[in-house]
C-alpha cells in the first residue's frame, strides 16, 4: 500500500459528533476530511437538551455563549390531568450553580441549532463539511486507511492515516468493521415532530396523560425558534401518519382538545427505541464514535451529550499519537469511553421504565458532572493517602485572580489545546511546548483569593496537578524527585516534548 496521505483523519458522519472531533483536530492543526452521506445539514431537533458537562465542554470548544444566546433553559411543565386541570412542576432539579461547577441546568436548543453553531466554527477554524459524500468502502493496512469516496458525479480513493465512524446508529462503518452492536430493541415506538402550531401558551412544557403509554403526548416549545416539539409512543407496527393532518388527529384524540391547531410540519420521525452498545470501538486505525458506537432512550437527555464527548475525548488522542505520543494512547479511547455509554444506557433505560409509571425524575446523574476515568492508563496514580481529587476525575472549576489583579477561573487556564499544571509552590518544573505552567502561592502568577482552588484540589505545598486537554486529571504528584520522574515520563507518553533552549 502507497503511503501517500492525503490527510491524516477521515471522519464520516457530520452530526454533533462528527463536528466535535473536526473542531478538535482544526484547532490542532490536524488536516482531515469530513464528509456526510447527506445532501444537506439536518435540520430536526431530536437531541435538544445540553447538559452541564457538554456546557463546559462547549465553552472550551468557543461556542457556549452562541449556544446560550441562539437556545434557552427548559420551561416549568403543566402535567395535565383527565378534568382539564393541571399541576405546575419542574421536570428536574434545577441547583444553584457552585464555583467548581458554573453550569448547573441543561439548556435547551434543537440539534439542528447546535450543529449550525459547530459548523460555523469549525469553519472559522478553516474547516467544513462535504455534504453528498459518501463512505462505499475501506481497506486499513499498518500505516493507514484507504477509503473509497462517492460523490455527486465522482468516485475517488483516498489515502488517510485514521479514519473514524460517526456515521450514526446504522453506522456502515461499524458495519463494514464487523463490530458487533448487541442490545436489544425495546417495546416502545416513539414519534418526534418539530410543528408550528397555536393554542399553546409557549412559556410551559405541556404534558398529557403522564404514565399511559399509549395516550401520553409531550408538546414543549422549542427554544430559539417558534416551534415546539411533539413526542410521545405510537404503534410499533404500522404506518404513522406525521402529517400536519395526521398530527393535529393525535393531538385531539389524546388531549380532548380541538383549540391546539397544527399549521405545518418543519420535520418528524417515527422510530423503534432501541438500546444497543458495539463490542469495540476501535479496529487498528478505525474508530467509533458517537451513535455508531452506542444507541439508546433518548429520556434524560444523554444521547448528544455522550456523543459530544465522545469526540472530545478522541480528538486530542489522535492529535497527540500523530505528534508523536504512544500509540496505546489511542487504547484509552475505548476503555475510558465505552463503559460511560455502558452506564448511560443502562440510565436511559431505567428512566424510561420511571417515565411509563409517570415517575420520571431527573437528578443530578443526567448532568455528567461524575463522569470520571479512575481506571485509565492516561493516569499516573496519586497516593493511597490522598484526600480531594484523584486522577482520573473531572477538573473543577473555580475563581482566581492574576497576580496583575485582574478576575479569571480555572477553566479559562484549561482552555484550548493544551496540557495545564498547576502547582502549589515552587517546585521546579521545565516547561515544554503545550504544557502551560501556572503557580499558586508566593511568587505565584494565580492568587487563590476565596479558596476555591484549595477546598476543590487540596494541593499541599510542593504538589501539582495536570490537566488533560478535555478537562480531565491526569496526574496529582508531590514535586519530589521520584514526583518530578513521573511527571517527566507521562508527558513524554503524551507527545509532549522537552524543550531543549540550547537547541533554539
Same mark, same amino acid.
Given at each position: 500500500?502507497? /503511503? ?130 459518501? &463512505? ?11 477509503? %473509497? ?35 436489544? +430493541? ?20 405541556? !404534558?398529557? /396523560?403522564?404514565? =399511559? ?12 425558534? =417558534?416551534?415546539? !416539539? ?24 389524546? +388531549?380532548?382538545? /380541538?383549540?391546539? %391547531? ?105 448532568? !455528567? ?51 495545564? &499544571? &498547576? ?79 540550547? !537547541?533554539?
Amino acid at each position: 500500500m502507497p /503511503n501517500d496521505f492525503a490527510a491524516d483523519v477521515l471522519v464520516c458522519g457530520a452530526g454533533a459528533a462528527g463536528l466535535t472531533l473536526a473542531i478538535e483536530l482544526a484547532r490542532r492543526g490536524v488536516s482531515f476530511r469530513l464528509i456526510d452521506r447527506m445532501g444537506e445539514p439536518f435540520h430536526g431537533s431530536r437531541g435538544k437538551g445540553i447538559q452541564p458537562r457538554t456546557q463546559e465542554v462547549f465553552e472550551d470548544l468557543g461556542i457556549l455563549d452562541k449556544v446560550v444566546a441562539a437556545g434557552g433553559i427548559y420551561p416549568m411543565m403543566r402535567d395535565y390531568r383527565p378534568d382539564g386541570s393541571f399541576v405546575e412542576k419542574d421536570f428536574g432539579e434545577r441547583p444553584e450553580p457552585m464555583p467548581a461547577e458554573p453550569y448547573h441546568i441543561p439548556l435547551m436548543i434543537p440539534q439542528f441549532m447546535t450543529e449550525r453553531i459547530m459548523r460555523e466554527r469549525l469553519t472559522e477554524l478553516s474547516g467544513h463539511v462535504e455534504f453528498g459524500c459518501a &463512505l462505499v468502502g475501506f481497506e486499513q493496512d499498518d500505516n493507514g486507511v484507504t477509503a %473509497r469516496l462517492s460523490g455527486p458525479g465522482r468516485e475517488e480513493a483516498f489515502r488517510v492515516r485514521y479514519l473514524v465512524g460517526a456515521d450514526g446508529g446504522r453506522s456502515f462503518v461499524r458495519s463494514a468493521l464487523g463490530v458487533g452492536f448487541p442490545g436489544k +430493541t425495546l417495546d416502545v415506538g416513539a414519534m418526534v415532530a418539530d410543528v408550528a402550531l397555536t393554542g399553546l401558551d409557549r412559556g410551559w412544557w405541556h !404534558q398529557f /396523560n403522564d404514565g =399511559d403509554m399509549q395516550w401520553m403526548l409531550s408538546i414543549c416549545p422549542l427554544g430559539g425558534t =417558534d416551534l415546539f !416539539q411533539l413526542q410521545g409512543p405510537v404503534p410499533q407496527e404500522g404506518e404513522v401518519d406525521l402529517s400536519a393532518e395526521g398530527l393535529q388527529h393525535m393531538i385531539a384524540e389524546r +388531549t380532548k382538545r /380541538n383549540d391546539v %391547531r397544527v399549521q405545518s410540519v418543519s420535520w418528524a420521525s417515527a422510530y423503534a427505541m432501541n438500546a444497543r452498545l458495539a463490542e469495540r470501538y476501535r479496529v487498528g486505525r478505525v474508530f467509533l464514535t458517537g451513535d455508531a458506537a452506542h444507541i439508546h432512550p433518548p429520556t434524560g437527555g444523554q444521547g448528544l451529550n455522550t456523543s459530544v464527548q465522545d469526540a472530545y475525548n478522541l480528538g486530542w488522542k489522535l492529535a497527540a499519537v500523530l505528534r508523536g505520543a504512544s500509540d496505546d494512547l489511542l487504547d484509552s479511547y475505548e476503555c475510558e469511553r465505552r463503559p460511560v455509554a455502558e452506564a448511560m444506557l443502562g440510565l436511559s433505560t431505567r428512566l424510561l421504565e420511571a417515565g411509563k409509571r409517570g415517575e420520571i425524575k431527573r437528578g443530578r446523574e443526567v448532568r !455528567q458532572l461524575d463522569i470520571g476515568y479512575p481506571n485509565s492508563s492516561v493516569n499516573v496514580e496519586s497516593s493511597p493517602k490522598r484526600d480531594g481529587i484523584r486522577a482520573g476525575d473531572r477538573a473543577p472549576d473555580a475563581p482566581i485572580a492574576g497576580a496583575a489583579g485582574h478576575p479569571s477561573r480555572l477553566f479559562q487556564l484549561f482552555r484550548g489545546a493544551h496540557w495545564t &499544571l &498547576l502547582v502549589n509552590g515552587q517546585g521546579a518544573v521545565a516547561p515544554r511546548p503545550g504544557l502551560h505552567i501556572h503557580r499558586l502561592g508566593e511568587k505565584g502568577d494565580i492568587v487563590d483569593a476565596l479558596d476555591h482552588v484549595d477546598a476543590a484540589y487540596e494541593l499541599a505545598q510542593g504538589e501539582c496537578v495536570l490537566v488533560r486537554p478535555d478537562g480531565y486529571v491526569a496526574a496529582v504528584l508531590s514535586l519530589g524527585p521520584a514526583g518530578s520522574a513521573e511527571l517527566e515520563t507521562c508527558l513524554d507518553r503524551m507527545g509532549l516534548p522537552a524543550y531543549c533552549e540550547a !537547541q533554539q
